[in-house]
């Protein structure tokens, strides 16, 4: 089949991965001009591993391990009160964001149609195929399309509705950049908070560096939409007068070139498909960052529409009905995690 994905991160690539080798013919679009280099580090836990065996990545995966050997607790005024384990944060496995993006894509990129630097505005659908508008490109038709595009999904608002039916805020935000590591930390983390709000700090590969992560109590997922500065503003507002080194980072994050922000919400919907068009991912399912089981969702959902697309054949009707059944159950389990994970983020 002639199969569209919408999203060039990780459910999209992993899924246009499986496709291919599966004899389809995959194109993946992309808003981005380019590979994503920012986002949070991500973990690794349980049945995600035959996900990546079977992607055959698994081997390449564990060489960009950081490597955290525990994260350090601290009070309002940094002093250490305790440690968390290193699988509190870290799972199993835990990799920069931008590794596993990097290597998916390289896995893919001979086989794979990329177009970045553009976005799907337009979905008609029939018996026939999918007739999709671009933003630049022309107009083409597929035999299905993948909404692999997440959370503020573009092919879930053009076809599911709009992302307030979807999207339920979990009542945190925050924001990601790399800075100098002004703690001296050696593959470990450090967290600190105060009342709604809290800094996580890592450092991994470059003993020079280290990540930053401020969040705080919010009441949307609104300020995800907004600009970077827009975002910047909010965030000074939200975390002025803590104490700490909290105010070096606000300062170091103004040059930060990986700066990212995102907010603790989940997506919450009756059914992940309609007619030829099907959901992956943060854009069908989201469990929240406070889960730590995005990227396994993602992964184990495009292991799980892809094998039932093969078993189905051209009956993409009954694909998709299969997947959605079987994934369903540990999705359910994943958001319980992900609310329990944000009430306990920020005291």
Known sequence: MKILISGASVAGPALALLLHRDGHQVTVVERAPSLRQSGWAIDFRGAVFDALEELDILAEVRTYATGITGTDLLDAQGERIGELPAEVFSGELEVPKRDLTRILHAHTADAVRY????????????DNGVRVGFERAERDTY???V???GIFSVVRRLVFGPHAEAVHHLGL????????????LNHRGAMWQSPGRTAYLYSAADPARMSANLFFTTDSPALDLLSRDEQERAIHERMAGAGWLVPRLL????TAP?????SAAQVRLDRWSAGRVVLLGDAGYCAAPTSGLGTSQALIGASTLAR???????DH???????????????AENQRIGQDGAQRFVV
Do not use: C
Not at 115 to 126: P, T
Not at 173 to 184: D, E, I, P, R, V
Not at 251 to 254: K, S
Not at 308 to 314: D, R, S
């Open 115 to 126: 177009v970045f630097g553009d976005s799907i505005n337009r979905i008609e659908q029939d």
């Open 258 to 262: 990986d700066f990212y922000f995102h």
């Open 147 to 149: 909404g692999a595009d």
């Open 143 to 145: 035999d299905l399309v």
């Open 173 to 184: 935000s925050g924001t990601g950049f790399t800075t100098a590591n002004h703690l001296g």
């Open 308 to 314: 039932h697309l093969a078993q189905a054949g051209t």
């Open 317 to 331: 009707t009954k694909a998709f009905e299969g997947y959605e059944r079987e994934l369903r159950p540990y999705v």
């Open 251 to 254: 300062a170091d994050m103004a």
